[in-house]
């Protein structure tokens, strides 16, 4: 009996718990890097905090290099790729915690404990390797990947790389990357349709697929959209007849993306263009952009160069609603998405990695080999219960609306949240 009260309990305090974080769920801050005048050898690159709550900007790191290439949030970390360094910063101290010599460094992912990263010039060799996400120490390196390296999807755990190769390159390729042992399994050749090859991104309708933004040569007019079925790695490319760019979000079954100079929008189960100026083109084009799927707005910057860059906060209708600011160059933005009941949770709950994320057709998660799960509660930001079940680590969302919704995972020994966006 006292077992029996002990779990209702705990399922109500779980309950209670996901419905005031979904309650406080909020855009914590902005992560802004920016590269500075790239003409200026003691301009550095600088990192920064935009908080959409008062306006502020808190500028709290410095990498001592000329260009920023990416960064990406992992709870209350950032991870920055600035050209021949990965540095990590806790967001909430805004400290430098780690940071390793990385010439070439590209692009980040995070899988579990692993940080992958993606090279490019001046690299030779190497072209994806694998550190570790707590200290940044080297893991692994995929030498037989090809060629210069570009975006990464991480999904069931493998890693897919884009593979664009130099400037002069004809063609482009998908390198698939077991991460258990950190092999390459293959690569895949799109040849001239996967010239320019860039972000990548998880599409789940009917089915789980890769779509790859593979952008528009310096001499050319026109751009290609992949997209692979991921569960037997078969490629379709679709030319457009526009400039595409960055590829920046899939939500809602569209893609977000650069298109001649503006953001416009994909829908991708059809492969035709939705909308070519989301956001219209300010006149110099955007030089990097994100997309707050919380409040649905996007952040976007400009910049010259030299010697002026611009932040610009539009709606989704393409409205221009704020403005923040950006620095110098400023091509590395991130969304760092937190719950005001993080004091609480940190107490209580154990980090719960779900994946794929986003996501539209099926959500999973990891616990612990040794622990099974009891209890699954998901909620959305109402506080609603969208599923309860027990013993089950894969959950059909198929029929959820799309927006953000919160896990918890309790096993016969610990108690573990997370969330996710359905798309």
């Given at each position: 009996?006292?077992?029996?009260?002990?779990?209702?309990?705990?399922?109500?305090?779980?309950l209670?718990v996901?419905?005031?974080t979904?309650?406080?769920t909020?855009?914590?801050?902005?992560?802004v890097?920016?590269?500075?005048?790239?003409?200026?050898?003691?301009?550095?690159?600088?990192?920064?905090?935009?908080?959409?709550?008062?306006?502020s900007?808190?500028?709290?790191?410095t990498?001592?290099t000329q260009?920023?290439?990416?960064?990406?949030?992992?709870?209350?970390?950032a991870y920055?790729?600035?050209?021949?360094?990965?540095?990590?910063?806790?967001?909430?101290s805004y400290?430098?915690v780690?940071?390793?010599?990385?010439?070439?460094?590209?692009?980040?992912?995070i899988?579990?404990?692993?940080l992958?990263?993606?090279?490019w010039y001046?690299?030779?060799?190497?072209?994806?390797r694998?550190?570790s996400?707590?200290?940044l120490?080297?893991?692994?390196?995929?030498?037989?990947?090809?060629d210069?390296?570009?975006?990464?999807l991480?999904y069931n755990?493998?890693?897919?790389?884009?593979?664009?190769?130099?400037?002069?390159s004809?063609?482009?390729k998908?390198?698939?990357?077991?991460l258990?042992?950190?092999?390459?399994?293959e690569e895949?050749?799109?040849?001239s349709?996967g010239?320019?090859?860039?972000?990548?991104f998880?599409?789940?309708?009917?089915?789980?697929?890769l779509v790859?933004?593979?952008?528009t040569?310096?001499?050319?007019?026109?751009?290609?959209?992949?997209k692979?079925?991921?569960?037997?790695?078969?490629?379709?490319?679709?030319v457009?007849?526009?400039?595409?760019?960055?590829g920046?979000e899939?939500?809602?079954?569209k893609?977000?993306?650069m298109?001649n100079?503006g953001?416009?929008?994909?829908?991708?189960?059809?492969?035709?263009v939705?909308?070519?100026?989301?956001v219209?083109n300010?006149?110099?084009?955007?030089?990097?952009?994100?997309?707050?799927?919380?409040?649905m707005l996007?952040?976007?910057?400009?910049?010259?160069?030299?010697?002026t860059?611009?932040?610009?906060?539009?709606?989704?209708?393409?409205?221009l609603?704020?403005?923040f600011?950006?620095?110098?160059?400023a091509?590395?933005?991130?969304?760092?998405y937190?719950?005001?009941?993080?004091i609480?949770?940190a107490?209580?709950?154990l980090?719960?990695?779900?994946?794929?994320?986003?996501?539209?057709?099926?959500?999973?998660?990891?616990?612990?080999?040794?622990?099974?799960?009891?209890?699954?509660?998901?909620?959305?930001?109402?506080g609603?219960v969208?599923y309860?079940?027990?013993?089950?680590?894969?959950?059909?969302?198929?029929?959820?609306?799309?927006?953000?919704?919160?896990?918890?995972?309790?096993?016969?020994?610990s108690?573990?949240?997370?969330?996710f966006?359905?798309n």
């Amino acid at each position: 009996m006292k077992r029996f009260y002990l779990s209702v309990l705990a399922a109500f305090v779980l309950l209670a718990v996901q419905q005031t974080t979904a309650q406080n769920t909020v855009v914590n801050q902005v992560i802004v890097c920016s590269g500075g005048n790239f003409s200026d050898p003691d301009d550095f690159v600088s990192v920064a905090a935009f908080k959409p709550q008062d306006g502020s900007t808190t500028a709290f790191g410095t990498v001592f290099t000329q260009s920023v290439q990416d960064v990406v949030v992992d709870g209350i970390f950032a991870y920055v790729a600035a050209q021949d360094s990965i540095v990590k910063f806790n967001i909430d101290s805004y400290q430098r915690v780690a940071a390793v010599e990385a010439v070439g460094v590209h692009k980040l992912a995070i899988a579990g404990d692993k940080l992958i990263a993606s090279f490019w010039y001046p690299v030779t060799e190497d072209f994806v390797r694998i550190f570790s996400k707590e200290d940044l120490s080297q893991q692994a390196a995929i030498s037989e990947v090809s060629d210069e390296a570009d975006g990464i999807l991480v999904y069931n755990n493998r890693a897919y790389v884009a593979v664009p190769g130099g400037w002069a390159s004809a063609g482009g390729k998908i390198a698939v990357i077991n991460l258990t042992g950190n092999l390459l399994i293959e690569e895949i050749d799109l040849d001239s349709a996967g010239v320019g090859i860039s972000d990548l991104f998880l599409f789940q309708q009917d089915g789980d697929f890769l779509v790859s933004v593979n952008k528009t040569p310096w001499d050319a007019t026109t751009g290609y959209l992949t997209k692979m079925d991921l569960s037997n790695r078969q490629t379709t490319s679709f030319v457009f007849d526009l400039s595409v760019g960055n590829g920046i979000e899939v939500y809602g079954g569209k893609l977000y993306l650069m298109l001649n100079g503006g953001i416009g929008s994909i829908d991708i189960a059809g492969m035709t263009v939705t909308d070519t100026a989301v956001v219209a083109n300010t006149g110099n084009g955007f030089a990097a952009a994100v997309f707050d799927t919380l409040n649905m707005l996007f952040y976007a910057t400009t910049t010259d160069y030299a010697t002026t860059g611009e932040g610009y906060i539009y709606n989704a209708t393409g409205e221009l609603t704020g403005n923040f600011d950006a620095g110098i160059a400023a091509e590395a933005l991130a969304v760092d998405y937190r719950d005001n009941t993080g004091i609480f949770e940190a107490r209580h709950s154990l980090r719960l990695t779900v994946y794929p994320n986003p996501a539209s057709r099926f959500v999973r998660f990891n616990i612990p080999a040794e622990q099974k799960a009891v209890k699954i509660l998901m909620v959305n930001l109402s506080g609603k219960v969208v599923y309860n079940g027990e013993n089950q680590n894969q959950i059909d969302i198929s029929r959820l609306q799309p927006g953000l919704y919160f896990i918890t995972v309790q096993t016969d020994a610990s108690v573990f949240t997370g969330r996710f966006v359905k798309n």
